[in-house]
């Protein structure tokens, strides 16, 4: 139980009378008066100090610290490390199993040291919601729901037993069980509070709702003003295990919302356009914090999906104050009126209330007139290259020229010289002078770049808000009273982020217009959106790969990655609902669709995308469908889960019954000789490079969410162990096998490593004997010969969703550092979290600069145990020709605390031996 207040300096420890109820606060107004006059900081600091008052104990937050957040204002900026605690954890099922399975090994490692397992436990309540484990497997049918449900039961029988294994043996910890939304919108629209409540000493404390997620996306909830962000599963499992989050007291940007949008412009095109401008600005690692009037006329929905969409801006978050706006929503969705009450009385009481004409200091501050705002969508390839509608064709032809004119020429070639092209086998060779075409029930269309193939309604961005999901409910109405239909080659779904999606799909009887075009219910989870997009059409797939084709999916998403969303599809686009299903009728993106018929109606006239755009009236209407009762309803009884779900039996045990035969949990080699001494920090001597990458890795290209090919390590692997091609499931789904994922770290197949001159897949040259490998096999060649080994890289490297196996699979792989000329916040992290050093070039120095090709070997000097942040280090190279010189690193160790974790090998290694040795 959390112990408030234990020094309490500033005697901010007061009283807050709502209603018939008081609650314990430490005031901020109480705090000032010694503190100095807070009240042009950003609220979201503010919610950072109240965090420094309710938990300063002289150890971990001392009273320089709270000044320090203070004296934030005269530089706006600060290099002061703090000692953060949140409220509560938030997990999806693909991060949380192996957290949970990292839990259980803890307690399995406790036991062996003959000490009580149950000291591992989450001291933070924990809720873990399954959504990211169902793949688009059947669609545009009535049952595809629950066909897709019955194989998402089958393929995570065993997951799903551990998870209920975990409810059931773990305190502090929930489970929302699959079916039911995406944790994002569950934590928005149930478990998120605004203000929380927390006992100590038999007192009831009031204090800001904040939390930590194992989820680049938990910013969502910054929408309705509770300040969370994501970190690495690693971290996540420190926090709830009592341990604070060490960050620096960060730089707040200030974005001035003024304005309305216009007619027709949707809160997916405001999204795009803050993201565009926000990554141009340069935010990584920064706090956003959203103010102007424009807020006053800014629906809640459309708050979070702008929060929703911080990691694809860089922000660590981006926050909203508490208004009459949250209030609403609150109301709406089902909070309980006393929590309202509560909610309204302490903010204003602790200055965190917006109020109109706020304008609090910022370390830097930008604009955007709502106004303004023109339909984009963002791509092909990251979320942040938004396009305007006219301008998509333009921009794919240019991409067409840039990527694969090269590709095409070798092809025609490889044909002309007999061989077989990039993409056609002997088999196929025949069809090489045919217009690329599909043959589907028996009708020959035709098939060819630009042509979009996945059209997906799906993720916690856009399936949040009620506005973008009924316009696209109007405008399927729209088009099938004007006789128009997807076309046949799109494979298209319906993905909401929670149950009350469909009910007021339903209520204003638009959710079977959406049947009618296919977008039929494929399941309540992120599906397209993380890979689980499931198979195309067999004929869809054939013609792909057998014309080398260029095919494009629009979704609803935030991630927009090459090889993300399906690895036969490259160009991808995200785009609002209402686009979503507009794409789906045109079928390609090489037309405009501003301008070009969608189809013909009943008459033979064309229809257009302005024919079936719904207006704001029209959507406004709609949106009083949505109503409390569907709330309470979806949420009543959201931990039950149904009959399948309390089916599953499970072990009553303290510690988990490793089973040696599963391929979906497997006991982590993490916590080996966890109760012996840490070993000593020592240089790293005659390391090896593994791989040389370029900009822009993202965790999906490290650790990569998606299928898993055959001939690929994890593929081997799991035929090895009986499992045939057809179970393989995804990686995601197999996160808690450490053999799986190790073997699946740099396996992407559009990784590029430069070792083998751009090469895409997840190859390497083995330096010993020149020959090609696949990564993770000559790792372990390396392993064999104790062998350290290197990763060098360009900017922005781990950027991407918070993937925790990016971490540990690079740690399991053996790589001792990784050197690059920036890191992603949370992946940084991650890798201190894991034992291994981030290291950064500095004078502008690059790998091509210091042409760093792969085949030198690299000692790193300046390491021991009195290491200290930021501190430089020099890097030895020996070439391939004997020569040798030095560079300068910067070692991106970046608090104490991470001193403390990299000495114990780990943040979960700190603190499994602090627990062993009390």
């Known amino acids: 139980m959390a112990k408030y207040g234990r020094i309490n300096s500033l005697n901010s420890l007061q009283n807050l009378n709502v209603g018939n109820s008081t609650y314990k606060i430490f005031s901020l107004k109480q705090a000032q008066s010694e503190l100095g006059d807070i009240s042009k900081l950003p609220k979201s600091l503010k919610v950072l100090l109240e965090n420094l008052l309710r938990f300063e104990d002289d150890l971990t937050v001392k009273r320089s610290d709270i000044q320090a957040i203070v004296d934030w204002q005269k530089a706006k900026t600060s290099d002061q490390e703090i000692q953060y605690r949140p409220a509560r954890v938030l997990m999806q099922d693909f991060t949380g199993v192996p957290a949970v399975v990292d839990l259980a090994a803890m307690r399995a490692a406790v036991q062996a040291a003959h000490k009580d397992p149950n000291i591992i436990n989450p001291l933070s309540p924990v809720d873990l919601v399954i959504d990211h484990s169902v793949m688009v497997d059947h669609f545009g049918t009535d049952q595809a729901f629950d066909e897709n449900v019955e194989i998402e039961m089958q393929r995570n029988g065993e997951r799903y037993q551990f998870l209920r294994w975990g409810q059931s043996s773990f ?170 009450a509560l909610v309204e009385a302490y903010c204003k009481e602790q200055g965190l209330w917006r109020n ?134 799109v494979k298209s779904s319906l993905a909401p982020g929670s149950k009350v999606v469909t009910d007021y799909l339903e209520a204003a009887g638009l959710l079977s217009y959406l049947d009618q075009l296919g977008y039929n219910l494929v399941g309540y989870g992120c599906t397209t959106c ?95 469908k949505v109503n409390t009762q569907m709330f309470h309803k979806e949420y009543a009884a959201v931990f039950d889960g149904d009959e399948k779900w309390q089916a599953i039996q499970i072990p009553d045990s303290e510690t988990y019954e490793w089973d040696e035969q599963s391929t979906y949990i497997r006991h982590p080699p993490f916590f080996e000789g966890i109760d012996q001494p840490a070993k000593p920090i020592k240089d790293i001597l005659n390391a090896n490079i593994l791989a040389v990458l370029g900009d822009s890795v993202t965790t999906d290209h490290i650790s990569p969410a998606g299928n898993i090919k055959k001939d690929s390590p994890a593929g081997r692997y799991l035929e090895a162990q009986g499992v045939d091609q057809k179970d393989f499931n995804s990686y995601g789904s197999r996160r808690g096998n450490h053999e799986v994922m190790m073997r699946g770290t740099f396996a992407n197949i559009r990784i590029k490593n430069e070792m083998l001159n751009g090469e895409e897949g997840g190859n390497t040259l083995y330096i010993p004997t020149g020959e090609k490998l696949a990564i993770y096999d000559a790792a372990m060649k390396y392993q064999q010969d104790s062998t350290p080994l290197v990763i060098i890289a360009g900017k922005e490297y781990g950027t991407g969703s918070s993937r925790d196996w990016a971490a540990k699979g690079t740690n399991l792989l053996g790589v001792k550092a990784v050197i690059t000329e920036s890191f992603e916040r949370i992946h940084r992290s991650n890798l201190v979290g894991m034992g291994v050093l981030p290291l950064q070039f500095v004078d502008g120095q690059t790998r091509q600069s210091l042409n760093l090709t792969g085949h030198e070997q690299l000692s790193i000097y ?57």
Not at 865 to 870: E, K, M
Not at 886 to 911: P, S, W
């Open 171 to 340: 305190d502090n910890f929930s489970v929302v069980p699959p079916g039911t939304g995406i944790c994002h919108q569950v934590n928005l629209e149930y478990l998120a509070q605004a203000v929380w409540l927390g006992d100590s000493d038999g007192e009831s404390y009031a204090f800001p709702d904040t939390l930590v997620g194992t989820d680049s996306h938990t910013t969502m909830i910054n929408g309705l003003g509770v300040l969370g962000w994501g970190v690495g599963g690693i971290e996540a499992e420190a926090a709830m295990l009592g341990q604070p989050i060490s960050m620096l007291i960060p730089e707040v940007i200030g974005f001035k919302l003024t304005g309305k949008l216009r007619e027709g412009i949707t809160a997916t095109d405001l999204v795009l356009t803050i993201t565009q401008m926000l990554r141009k600005k340069g935010v990584v690692g920064k706090f956003v914090e959203f103010y102007g009037d424009g807020l006053a006329d800014l629906p809640l929905a459309d708050r979070a999906t702008i929060a929703n969409m911080a990691p694809e801006y860089g922000a660590t978050c981006g926050f909203f104050p508490i208004d009459e706006i949250t209030l609403g929503y609150l109301r709406l969705t089902g909070r309980q009126d006393d929590r309202i």
């Open 356 to 489: 109109t004409g706020d304008e609090p200091v910022f370390t830097d501050t930008l604009a955007l007139d709502m106004n303004t705002v023109e339909a984009s969508v963002a791509g092909p390839k990251r979320p942040q290259d938004r396009v305007v509608l006219p301008d998509i064709p333009k921009t794919f032809s240019a991409l067409m020229e840039l990527d694969l004119k090269p590709a095409k020429i070798e092809k025609e070639r490889l044909v002309n010289e007999g061989g077989a092209g990039t993409a056609i086998d002997s088999k196929q060779s025949a069809l090489q002078n045919e217009e690329p075409h599909c043959i589907i029930d028996g009708k020959r269309y035709p098939l060819t770049d630009g042509d979009v193939v996945i059209s997906a309604i799906t993720s916690c961005t856009n399936t949040s808000n009620p506005s973008v999901m009924l316009a696209a409910g109007l405008l399927a109405k729209k088009a099938i009273e004007k006789g128009l239909q997807r076309k046949p080659w």
């Open 530 to 624: 993380i890979g689980n997009s499931g198979p195309l059409p067999q004929p869809i797939e054939d013609a792909i790969q057998c014309y080398d084709l260029n095919v494009a999916s629009v979704l609803s998403g935030n991630r927009n990655f090459e090889g993300r969303v399906h690895p036969l599809v490259k160009t991808n686009w995200l785009a609002s609902p209402p686009l979503v299903v507009a794409f789906g009728l045109l079928g390609t993106i090489r037309s405009d669709i501003t301008s070009t018929a969608l189809g013909h109606d009943q008459q033979g006239q064309p229809v257009y995308l302005k024919d079936i755009w719904p207006s704001q009236i029209e959507i406004d209407e709609v949106l009083q």
């Open 862 to 918: 300046g390491l021991s145990d009195d290491i200290q942040p930021h501190q430089t280090l020099d890097v030895e190279v020996k070439r391939a020709d004997g020569s040798q010189d030095r560079f300068k690193v910067l070692c991106r160790i970046d608090t104490l605390n991470e001193v403390e974790y990299f000495k114990a090998g780990g943040i979960l290694h700190y603190v499994l031996r602090n627990l062993i040795a009390s």
